[in-house]
């Protein structure tokens, strides 16, 4: 046993955390509010800081914030709390001793459990192209990555971001303002595909084309190349055209890391597959976050990770009554000066109906999509006011039979008893 | 206006709409073309009141939409081949098939002077009685009546009796809305003696009867039966006027034999009429017991089947009480027509000749003939307006002259009334107005002087004559009516009889012609105004207001007429007629199960070609609609402000669904005023039933069996614009003109494939410059809304829905008086509804100051308002013309 600056209590349970990320922290905050003395708290994180605001590392990136803004709790906070934090590239956990209940870190770190909760998170999609592990190929997920960009942009000319998604935009964006020329490759014709239609598509395409962005769109890379040192210079596509670049950023999205889950012979599919009390089939192994996956589905945004963390806090805290279920994720692009608002299921089928709003001069553009006069999912460009609204609306399945004509123009506009 | 009046001249003149003929001072503006209109203080009808209609004469004296050039078969042409043409075909259709093959359609708007030449032309010189006129519709019941009565066209009394009365009686009066002004003397009458009793007689409960102490609404119709049970009422020993009736009058006993045996009890009245027993016996006893009592009606008496009965079943009261020419009592007519008097005057209906003679005695037809020097005066009565126009249709006239009149519009069976335009040989309009149901028909268009170019004299309903002066120098090539009239005349070949320069002339032969041979040797008559023979040109343009007879015994004018009992008939003795009721000629049934009645609205005059110039006077009552009682509606099952489809055997047309219990159950009221140039199914004139008075061949237009059912349109929509538009494709579309924009009312039976390209290729014809579009669509209900905005100002707006529910339109209209739009503005545009702060003042209420319904119901609330007058003080509402007042008492 290591643990030897924390006197034990007997009465104390032990709760070992792996991951010090956003849903597992969102977790231990909630465990501790919920069941104040229940567990000793041990946390180990693969990265070395305390707990930072993942999702802030794009205004990093810009220069909206520094590190230091988005650190969510520092160590001192740790020790306030009486939590055992392990961080850095030594401590990542290695193994699982389920029979045991230990887990061990790559310095030989190891710590009991009498629960465990995994918050593993996600890793990177990498492309699996030619030349992905040349020098300047990096991905945009953590700290690190955001140092080397500031880096490259503070020697080079030339970026390359793979991926017109939420990431790929914010890193397209952030590296714009640091100076750099940068491309964004897509592979749709349409950005943020997975969020936006065609229409708010391209309205964000101009307004980013704006700020100097350029996009290859509809593009595959086939290969990237690089020089005698190892180091990229450019990109090749299938139609044979070549992009020159200093540095390229794989924003194609993440999976979920399941790895040492999987070792543990904890069961798997694409994420640790956990119930509607986020328990793994191990009962007393727990899971939140990206990593996990519950009744089918994975997660990349962070509305549901905190309502996950909420559940399992208090399963952990032995309360027992709350049970998850994933709501509609509202997405929100973090560049500034573009408000952009999606939730749901926003492109609908033939059993829906659609609303649309479209002002280009003054670049606004909303649809609604309506299916038996219930909100089923929401795009907003340009006026994004009453994106909070549309996802209460969605997620009470409310009847906006009386609402429909002021719907699509806001909350400002019910009258006092329609509101009601 | 601007601060140097110098370049202003002001002029006195007169209202050219209803017949109570307001006095007005126009401030006139000769450059910029603009007047500012106010009421002229001693003007004796008005004494510096103007209703709402008049009040916006100076936002009808624009240019545009005037007919400015003559036009020959839809090409322009000179006046000398226009006028060359009219003569030609005038002579030609008369060489062939004889004078009665040509008519003269004119006019109550035309001034004395015009019509007497027009006369003089049609009845002395060609030699035909085909001259008739629009005031056929509104008063040829009164002149049957008053002539059967008195032996002349004679109104006894005058406005001043309003004040004098001690009971006034409105007979199918909506008094308030159709002689505003009058409506505010009586009033102003009551609250300065709240002794007068007011009593509304009238099938609906209209505004009118905010001053009533009683209202009669008696079964449409029922008015002959409502004053026989009066007559024998009052033929009480002790309530007839027995000294009265044995000196001045006759034929007592055969009526008042008549009003018993038809009204019997007055149970049984009040059973006929469907009136409460009490009430009725209230307005008898009331009647009985006031000597002061004025009798006023309107067209709910004139305009009917037995419309001349109705009027002499009304006087024979007063001549039973002897309560006539005296002050503060008598029958009395309210005229609906500027210068309807004035036409009567000169003898603008077909039966009557010239200055109150007619064709019934040779000796007059001689005395004109001489007095014109003609030796092919006609001798007989030509056709009335409704056989004027059945004899166009069957090809007995060949050729017709209208004048200042919308027949398309406003006549009964108005279907017709156009395929018999349509298949006329010779159709000529003079007309100021270029595009009209009318003027489309035509192929000759003569362009006519507008009323603040012309220059001549009217006649109110109180015989006051008056004189109608020019505001500013004619438009383009217009000419007066008399001109026209003249030139045509004497290309006709008779120079020497229309040698003309100026109405003064004009003025000066009808005066004379009113006392050539007007003595009791040869016959006294009525109207004359021999003192006017000679009148110079300085005292005509200097003529101040004066009631007929003007003569060597009247030289200052006669107030009241009859006061002396002597009466213009063989005997010299008033007549009672013998009245039998009889019902409205065609009467509901199955198919047909309800009433059409049809009347005028507060803000509209007539076809609306002059007051939907005014945008203020198209806010009141936008678009064509119809009234029907709560139980009708449910049976019929409509919803308010949907759309129905009202039809007769003869016509049908479309207005929206005002459900009110003012209105009597069975019948519905639609407002005349809507033509094809402004509602593409709001014509009224098409279902009413061409049935006339035996007598006066007045059209019943208040009595049309009639069906509704709900017209259910795909989509409901509207369009705002600043520009006039060209849209023509919805089956129900409705024009009205704002300040700064037009309004379109709209609903389809067939979608558009695509309302996008829908609204681009109707609110944008010719592309423009830094175009942008707001556009809100919702494929599941059907909802499109779009705005255009050019240079970041509202061009134009589209609404459309499945159903009637759209936005309010006052906060969207208000939207077009800036040149730029705010940018809050603009994100609420598609709603419909103002940012949040910005007050939505409702429905207009108040025309003449733009204060709307909200705004005032807030006051009330806020300000604790209780009275009318702490409404006007706090928000100005219904000071000015107060014809909104009823409306604001309902809102307190």
């Known amino acids: 046993m290591t643990v030897n600056n924390i006197k034990v209590d007997r009465m104390k349970r032990r709760l070992v955390v792996i991951g010090n990320g956003m849903a597992g922290m969102r977790t231990v905050e909630e465990v501790l509010s919920a069941a104040p003395d229940k567990y000793d708290i041990t946390v180990f994180g693969a990265e070395p800081y305390g707990n930072y605001n993942r999702i802030m590392l794009s205004s990093v990136l810009c220069g909206d914030k520094t590190i230091e803004d988005i650190v969510m709790n520092d160590r001192q906070w740790y020790a306030d709390n009486g939590i055992s934090l392990h961080a850095g590239a030594d401590k990542a956990v290695v193994r699982i001793e389920r029979r045991a209940r230990k887990v061990y870190a790559l310095d030989g770190t190891c710590a009991e459990y009498d629960r465990l909760l995994i918050a593993t998170g996600s890793k990177p999609v990498i492309a699996p192209i030619p030349g992905n592990d040349l020098e300047g190929v990096i991905s945009f997920r953590d700290i690190l990555d955001v140092n080397k960009m500031l880096a490259y942009s503070r020697q080079h000319k030339k970026a390359v971001v793979l991926g017109g998604g939420l990431l790929g935009l914010e890193a397209a964006n952030g590296l714009v303002l640091r100076g750099m020329d940068v491309t964004v490759i897509h592979n749709s014709e349409v950005l943020l595909n997975r969020q936006m239609d065609r229409k708010a598509g391209k309205m964000l395409q101009t307004a980013l084309e704006q700020r100097g962005l350029k996009f290859r769109m509809a593009a595959t890379s086939q290969c990237l190349m690089g020089d005698e040192k190892g180091h990229i210079t450019a990109v090749r596509f299938e139609d044979g055209s070549e992009l020159e670049c200093d540095l390229f950023v794989m924003a194609i999205g993440v999976r979920p890391n399941i790895s040492l889950a999987q070792e543990a012979g904890l069961y798997c599919e694409r994420g640790i597959v956990v119930n509607d009390t986020l328990q793994s089939y191990d009962p007393a192994i727990y899971a939140v976050g990206e990593c996990i996956q519950h009744r089918g589905d994975t997660f990349g945004l962070v509305a549901p990770l905190f309502e996950q963390a909420k559940v399992c806090a208090n399963h952990l805290s032995a309360h027992g009554v709350a049970e998850y279920s994933t709501l509609p994720a509202a997405t929100k692009l973090k560049v500034t000066g573009i408000n952009l608002f999606s939730v749901g299921d926003f492109l609908g089928d033939e059993s829906c109906e659609a609303v649309h709003f479209t002002d280009p001069s003054m670049g606004i553009y909303k649809k609604l999509i309506i299916r038996d006069n219930k909100l089923m999912g929401a795009v907003l460009y340009g006026d994004t006011a009453d994106g909070m609204w549309y996802q209460e609306l969605l997620e009470k399945k409310k009847n906006i039979s009386d609402i429909r004509d002021v719907l699509i123009f806001g909350q400002a506009y019910l009258t006092a008893a329609e509101a009601a | 206006m601007a601060d140097n009046t110098a370049a202003f001249k002001s002029v006195q003149t007169t209202c050219p709409y209803c017949g109570v003929g307001c006095g007005i001072n126009a401030l006139v503006d000769e450059q910029t073309h603009q007047v500012e209109i106010t009421g002229n203080p001693s003007h004796p009808a008005n004494f510096g009141r103007l209703c709402s209609k008049g009040s916006a004469l100076g936002e009808t004296v624009e240019l545009k939409g005037r007919l400015l050039q003559p036009r020959v078969y839809g090409r322009e042409a000179s006046w000398g081949e226009a006028l060359d043409l009219v003569a030609d075909s005038l002579i030609s259709t008369i060489e062939k098939y004889g004078p009665d093959a040509v008519a003269i359609y004119g006019s ?10 027009a006369n003089k032309l049609m009845k002395g010189f060609i030699g035909s009685g085909n001259m008739d006129t629009n005031s056929r519709l509104c008063m040829s019941s009164s002149v049957a009546g008053h002539k059967r009565a008195f032996g002349s066209d004679t109104v006894p009394g005058c406005y001043e009796d309003f004040e004098q009365a001690e009971l006034i009686i409105l007979i199918g009066s909506n008094t308030a809305w159709c002689h505003p002004v009058s409506f505010q003397r009586i009033r102003a009458a009551k609250e300065a003696n709240p002794q007068l009793k007011i009593v509304v007689i009238d099938p609906r409960r209209t505004v009118t009867c905010d001053i009533a102490d009683l209202h009669l609404p008696l079964a449409i119709g029922s008015d002959t039966i409502l004053f026989n049970g009066l007559l024998h009422y009052l033929g009480r020993k002790d309530l007839q006027n027995q000294a009265y009736i044995e000196k001045y009058t006759e034929g007592f006993s055969t009526a008042l034999e008549a009003a018993a045996i038809s009204s019997g009890t007055i149970e049984g009245v009040a059973a006929q009429c469907r009136l409460n027993v009490n009430d009725l016996q209230r307005f008898y006893h009331w009647f009985a017991r006031h000597e002061k009592v004025m009798s006023l009606y309107s067209q709910g008496v004139n305009q009917s089947s037995s419309g001349t009965d109705k009027v002499n079943a009304i006087i024979n009261c007063h001549l039973v009480t002897g309560r006539i020419g005296k002050p503060g009592m008598g029958p009395f007519s309210l005229t609906g027509q500027p210068n309807a008097m004035g036409g009567r005057e000169v003898g603008g209906l077909s039966n009557q000749l010239a200055a109150h003679m007619d064709f019934a005695r040779n000796d007059d037809i001689e005395r004109v003939g001489r007095f014109w020097g003609s030796k092919t005066i006609a001798r007989k009565p030509g056709y009335p307006a409704v056989e004027l126009f059945d004899a166009i249709h069957d090809g007995k ?117 009113s006392g050539f041979e007007n003595n009791a040797e040869q ?167 061409p049935v006339v008075d035996p007598v006066s061949k007045q059209p019943e237009c208040k009595h049309t069996p009639v069906r509704i059912e709900a017209y259910q349109p795909v989509w409901h929509g509207f369009i705002l614009s600043r520009r006039e538009l060209n849209i023509t494709e919805p089956e129900y579309l409705v024009k009205i003109k704002g300040e700064q924009f037009y309004r379109y009312e709209l609903a389809g039976e067939t979608l558009p494939e695509n309302w996008q390209d829908w609204a681009r290729k109707n609110l944008w014809n010719t592309p423009v410059e830094n175009s942008q579009w707001q556009e809100y669509q919702d494929s599941g209900i059907n909802n499109y809304r779009a705005a255009h905005i050019v240079d970041n100002r509202l061009e134009s707006l589209i609404f459309i829905g499945g159903d009637i529910n759209l936005p309010e339109r006052s906060w969207l209209t208000s939207l077009f008086a800036h040149a730029e739009l705010e940018k809050d503005d603009r994100k609420s545009l598609l709603t419909g509804l103002p940012p949040l702060g910005v007050p939505d003042i409702g429905p207009v209420v108040c025309a003449c100051f733009n204060v709307g319904e909200k705004t005032i119901q807030t006051a009330i609330r806020e300000k604790n308002l209780r009275t009318p007058q702490q409404v006007g003080q706090y928000l100005k509402a219904g000071t000015n013309c107060g014809s909104c007042v009823p409306e604001i008492k309902a809102l307190l």
């Open chain 2, 108 to 117: 109550g708007q035309l001034l004395t002077e015009d019509y007497y030449v």
């Open chain 2, 523 to 689: 016959g006294l008559r009525d109207f004359d105004i021999s003192a006017f023979a000679d009148i110079s040109q300085q005292e005509y343009d200097n003529f101040q207001p004066i009631q007929w007879p003007v003569n060597r015994t009247h030289p200052q004018g006669r107030a009241r007429i009859f006061d002396d009992g002597k009466f213009y008939t063989a005997t010299g003795k008033a007549r009672f007629i013998a009245i039998e009721p009889r019902l409205p000629v065609n009467l509901p049934d199955k198919v047909y199960p309800l009433v059409l009645n049809t009347g005028r609205l507060r803000d509209q005059w007539h076809t609306m070609t002059r007051t939907a110039i005014a945008a203020k006077l198209n806010q009141h009552k936008p678009e064509p609609f119809v009234e029907v009682h709560p139980t009708d509606a449910r049976r019929h099952e409509l919803l308010p402000n949907t759309l129905a489809t009202i039809e007769s055997r003869w016509g049908s047309m479309v207005a929206r669904v005002q459900i009110t219990d003012s209105q009597q159950q069975g019948s519905l009221f639609v407002p005349m005023h809507w033509t094809g140039q402004l509602a593409s199914r709001g014509r009224m004139g098409a279902l009413v039933n």
């Open chain 2, 397 to 513: 006239v060949k050729a017709v002259w209208i004048m200042g009149t919308n027949p398309a519009v406003s006549l009964p069976n108005a279907d017709k009334v156009k395929q018999a335009l349509q298949h006329c040989d010779f159709v000529v309009v003079s007309d100021c107005i270029a595009n009209t149901d009318t003027t489309a028909l035509a192929h000759v268009l003569l362009p006519a002087q507008g009323w603040s170019e012309k220059d001549g004299t009217v006649t109110n309903s109180e015989r006051c004559i008056s004189r109608q002066r020019a505001l500013f120098s004619p438009a383009g090539g217009a000419k007066p009516d008399w001109w026209i009239i003249t030139q045509v005349a004497r290309r006709m070949g008779y120079e020497q009889a229309f040698h003309y320069k100026n109405t003064a002339e004009i003025f000066r032969e009808h005066a004379a012609l």
